[in-house]
């Protein structure tokens, strides 16, 4: 009856069934998982909203790639970021998902392959599946910090690749891209005609100071069809809203055949509300405020995370340069999941298993930044403790 595409057993798993019974049984627990900015105690302005009830929206004018005004704010907020991309590359969507679903649907027909980093975004399996694409893993290498296993990725390509994804800062190991990776990526694929996805969301977020300056970014590139993505669920902690977005970048002849194509997919859905797209202007500008916020509780999660050094053994904080997540690399006292299980039950923190993002091997934990800085040491704290791993608060 039903397709593939959807898995066949939805049931929960044993994660899912526990974080539940605890919260049933009203024990308390502290929640590192936590990557919904509007449940992590940020300060929203209460009118921030009101741009959405523009009386402008009451007439529906549809424009399948985007009102040129909303366009034109993606283009001012990628300038904000030294780059520069102008509106006519740009393609609203409703959602960072959305595009990757519009971009599935533009460069693969079904049994087509896109290449994924591991570790890296748990979705990526899911949205693939649903446009009927296959997804590939090539190696994210951790030495210090994380690179890309550029042969892993050569391995991993057959004659149907269409895309290479990279996510960057990447979710959850927080590594970047640099300019020397793009470009050898670039090398591979261009030629091949495999197109590279840089799922950027995260750019605002350095951690690592200075990191961000030594980032690669698709959006500048003319060698290879590259597509940019962003959105307002990270940059202004808005994700509610619905507004992401694509920058098409490349050759280009093949960039505008890309962008062509890719109003013809979104003419078919039209998925961007008029009201968000009169609203973007207005809601970037005002969205500032929250992006710095949560610019600032991350990055001091992070200092204090990093702060406890060579003292936190046999614990390590993996080096993170720039997202909303931290790593820890801890002791195999038993498998992930019985580990994270016991932290739930016995510390009332949870945290996410590795596994969950395809780790090469086990033990490693990550922790969301987001959470209020007091609640996060605290939770650290405990999880530290549980391996006997020396704390020093702040
Ligand atoms: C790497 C990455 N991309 C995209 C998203 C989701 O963005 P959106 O809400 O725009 O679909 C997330 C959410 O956690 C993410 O971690």
Known sequence: MFSTRVPRDLA?????????????????????????????????PA???????????????????GLREAREAVSRDYA????????????LTASTSDAYSVLFKLLCDAGDEVLVPRP??????????????????????IHGGWTIDVSSVERAITPRTRALLVVTPNN????????????RLAAICAPRGIAIVADEVFADYELEPGAL???????????????????????????????????????EPLARAALERLEHVSDAYLAVSTPVQIAAPALLARGAAIRSQIAERVAANYRMLKAGGDALAPCRVLR??????????????????????????????????????????????????????AAFAEAVARVLRHFDCTVRRP
Request: aromatic share 8%.
């Open 12 to 44: 929960a798993n044993r994660l899912t069934i526990a974080v539940a019974a605890q919260r049933a049984a009203g024990r308390p627990l502290i929640d590192l998982t936590e990557s919904n900015p509007t449940r992590a105690g940020f300060d929203y």
């Open 213 to 251: 300056s030594r980032a690669g970014r698709v959006a500048s590139r003319a060698d290879v069809l590259s597509f940019s993505l962003g959105g307002l669920s990270k940059s202004i902690g808005l994700p509610q809203v619905k507004l992401g977005w694509i920058a098409v970048a490349g050759p």
């Open 320 to 373: 993170s340069d720039a997202g909303w997540y931290a790593v820890l690399h801890v002791p195999s006292l038993e498998p992930e999941e019985d580990l994270v299980l016991r932290l739930l039950a016995t510390d009332e923190v949870l945290v996410h298993p590795g596994y969950f993002f395809d780790f090469p091997r086990e033990s490693f934990l990550v922790v969301s930044l987001l959470p209020p800085t």
């Open 80 to 91: 904000r970021q030294r780059l520069d991309v102008p509106a006519d590359r740009i393609a």
């Open 120 to 141: 890296s975004y748990p979705l990526f399996e899911p949205l693939a599946a649903l446009d009927a694409v296959a997804p590939r893993a090539y190696d994210l290498d």
């Open 172 to 183: 959850p190991t927080g590594s970047l891209v640099s300019d020397d990776e793009l470009d």
């Open 47 to 65: 009118d921030l909203l009101a741009p959405l009830a523009d009386a402008r929206a009451l007439a529906y004018a549809p424009s399948p790639l």
